[in-house]
Structure formats: structure tokens, C-alpha cells
């Protein structure tokens, strides 16, 4: 299977593969300070071992036909002593430009729903900079805009985003 956990013995692949997308997927949409800003602050080590120890946050890997990472995604439970129950947030979804329009993402989506759904787990949600392009990705895949937020990161930078989030108890299974 070219999906698999992926855990502290796995951050400088992670690091590599949002080193690698980054730059390409925000070009366009944010300035090279925040760039470098926020590929710091999400992807340093200290970070990324932080969000899977303490956070809690799911991280697989997907591997190409020879065996090379190519994509990532991280998602978490929202659930707290009951509350959000059954609601799940999606934090990183990512695939290297060459990787891109083959499937990559929407595999790596459908195996995080299908393990949301074996969890008994209800809502898929999102952040998402409302000028990225894989608004559209997350549209064809069933997400919905709930909202727009703009949520202060330090450094006087801002995340413009989409909130959106997709139901699953209707889905039945993923698709």
C-alpha cells in the first residue's frame, strides 16, 4: 500500500515534502518572509514533533510505485470531554507539484475518511487560504465553505482562509 503511518522517525520526510510544496503552492499568495515564517513555525522539528505527541495529530505518508515520498497529510480528532464529538480536522494535506492531477491527494483523503469513519467520526473540517487552488480540490471532494476567517499567526502575518468541512455520517463511506 503506498499509504502508511508516519511518526517521529519520519519529520525530515515530512519537513522535505513541505519544503519541496510549499514554495510552489504559495508563490503566488504570500510573500517570501511569511513563506519562510510559517514553513518555521508548522514544520520545524520542535513543531511537528509537538503536533504528533502532543496534539495528537495523524501523520501518513504516500509513497510513488518506486517507493519516494511524494505527499502528506496530518488530521486530529476535535473532540475534548465529549465536546465536538465525532468532528475531525484535516491539517495539512500536501503533494509535490509532480505528483500533482494523478490521484495522490484524493488517496490520501480517502484513506484519512476512511479511517474518520471507522472512528465513528462524522465532520471533516479544513482550513484552506482562500486563493490556493486546492479550494477547488477540496470543493470536488465534497467540502463546503462554512466560513472566512483571518487568524493572526505573529510577525504581523495573517492566514486568509476558507473554513470549510465535509459531512461524513451521510457519506456512508468515502468516495
Known amino acids: 500500500m503506498p499509504i502508511s503511518k508516519a511518526g517521529i522517525g519520519d519529520i525530515e520526510?515530512?519537513?522535505?515534502l513541505a519544503y519541496a510544496t510549499w514554495p510552489v503552492a504559495y508563490k503566488d499568495i504570500l510573500s517570501l518572509e511569511q513563506l519562510q515564517y510559517m514553513l518555521?513555525?508548522?514544520?520545524s522539528r520542535d513543531a511537528l514533533q509537538q503536533q504528533m505527541q502532543e496534539s495528537a495529530h495523524r501523520f501518513i505518508l504516500f509513497r510513488d510505485h518506486a517507493g519516494t515520498p511524494a505527499g502528506f497529510a496530518s488530521y486530529s480528532s476535535k473532540s475534548l470531554n465529549g465536546e465536538h464529538k465525532g468532528r475531525y480536522r484535516l491539517h495539512k494535506l500536501y503533494v509535490l507539484p509532480a505528483e500533482q492531477g494523478k490521484g495522490t491527494?484524493?488517496?490520501?483523503?480517502d484513506h484519512l475518511i476512511d479511517d474518520i469513519l471507522s472512528a465513528?467520526?462524522?465532520?471533516?473540517?479544513?482550513n484552506v487560504n482562500r486563493h490556493n487552488k486546492a479550494v477547488h480540490f477540496y470543493t470536488n471532494n465534497?467540502?463546503?465553505?462554512?466560513?472566512?476567517?483571518?487568524?493572526?499567526?505573529?510577525n504581523g502575518f495573517f492566514m486568509n482562509d476558507y473554513v470549510m468541512e465535509k459531512t461524513?455520517?451521510?457519506a456512508g463511506v468515502s468516495s
Open 120 to 126: 465513528k467520526g462524522t465532520v471533516l473540517e479544513l
Open 40 to 43: 518555521e513555525l508548522m514544520y
Open 142 to 154: 465534497g467540502f463546503v465553505i462554512t466560513r472566512e476567517e483571518d487568524i493572526h499567526i505573529g
Open 13 to 16: 520526510t515530512i519537513q522535505m
Open 168 to 170: 461524513l455520517a451521510t
Open 105 to 109: 491527494g484524493k488517496q490520501l483523503l
